[in-house]
């Protein structure tokens, strides 16, 4: 008597030519840009004349085109219409939420996502990581945008038209309060948001609390707005501002991920420079 199949052990059998044609429409998404023959089959280490095959196929079927004057091939308008109707389908903050439990088991430390409220960015949703819980962040929580590490990507991706007032308002607190002129503390976030620009993170140090230093980076749309931040938190030293160090490498990766998941380009991801690590905080003691 044969053998029953056992649920969940056997993967099913695909159609290997579809799965070998999508290498070659993966190749022009990933190039950005029209491409000719030999270019896309080289990328996607496969015969030029197989390639050819596939491209005439996806031709009829509206997935790619070809430029009659250049010779080029690109995406054809069913592939775009799928791209849309894919990222129509796709929600922030559930793709963010999916990532959340990875990001801090691989990091082992705890971890929140924030987003843009009325009030300015706005904890949705902590998580703790997989060894002791280093500081419960409550959901719903109004982050500063000078003095935090998730407030200052914020200052560096969000618009200036939703920013201004309510950094304008924090500026004059934070002056009055050191009883320094504005333009000082205005100086010195300036410099902290270019390197963030820069590097695409922000690290901060005992600002929130002491003994306890936080790394934050943005997550893009397909416009290219920031509509997210993920930040990590973790004792003096455990997470480590180092280009090297594991959690900048893990919430890189992740932001990245979630990103992309969304529509953003590999373009707008890459301006980033991998090698460069976040400055010391604003008013860090180290």
Same mark, same amino acid.
């Given at each position: ?14 159609? !290997? ?24 089959? @080289? ?17 009829? @079927? ?33 793709? @963010?939420? !999916? ?24 904890? +949705? ?15 719903? +929580? ?23 007032? +309510? ?17 000082? #503390? ?39 707005? #920031? ?23 893990? +919430? ?35």
């Amino acid at each position: 008597m044969p053998k029953k199949d056992t649920p969940g052990k056997q993967k099913p059998l695909g159609v !290997q030519s579809a799965t070998v044609g999508l290498r070659v429409l993966k190749v022009l998404i990933e190039s950005r840009k029209p491409m000719y023959l030999r270019d896309i089959a @080289a990328a996607a280490d496969m015969a030029a004349s197989n390639v050819y095959r596939y491209l005439v196929s996806f031709a009829d @079927a509206g997935m790619t085109l070809q430029d009659s004057a250049t010779g080029r091939y690109d995406l054809g308008p069913l592939a775009i219409q799928l791209g849309l109707a894919a990222l129509r389908r796709v929600d922030a903050i559930d793709v @963010a939420l !999916q990532s959340l439990p990875k990001l801090t088991e691989a990091a082992r430390t705890d971890a929140h996502l924030s987003i843009w409220g009325t009030a300015g960015p706005t904890v +949705l949703r902590w998580r703790g990581g997989p060894d002791d819980v280093v500081v419960k962040v409550s959901e719903g +929580l109004v982050l500063p945008l000078i003095s935090s590490a998730t407030g200052r990507v914020w200052c560096a991706f969000q618009s200036s038209e939703l920013l201004k007032p +309510l950094l304008d308002r924090e500026i004059a607190s934070a002056a009055s309060k050191e009883g320094i002129a504005k333009d000082e #503390i205005r100086n010195r976030l300036s410099k902290l948001v270019d390197d963030i620009v820069h590097s695409g993170v922000s690290f901060s140090r005992g600002e929130r609390r002491a003994g306890i230093d936080a790394l934050s980076a943005p997550v893009f749309d397909r416009d290219g707005k #920031i509509v997210l931040t993920v930040t990590l938190l973790g004792t003096e030293g455990r997470i480590g501002s180092e280009p090297g160090s594991g959690p900048l490498k893990e +919430l890189r990766a992740t932001t990245q991920e979630i990103s992309r998941g969304i529509g953003a380009g590999q373009d707008l991801l890459s301006r980033f420079d991998a090698a460069a690590g976040p400055t010391k905080a604003l008013g860090s003691s180290t």
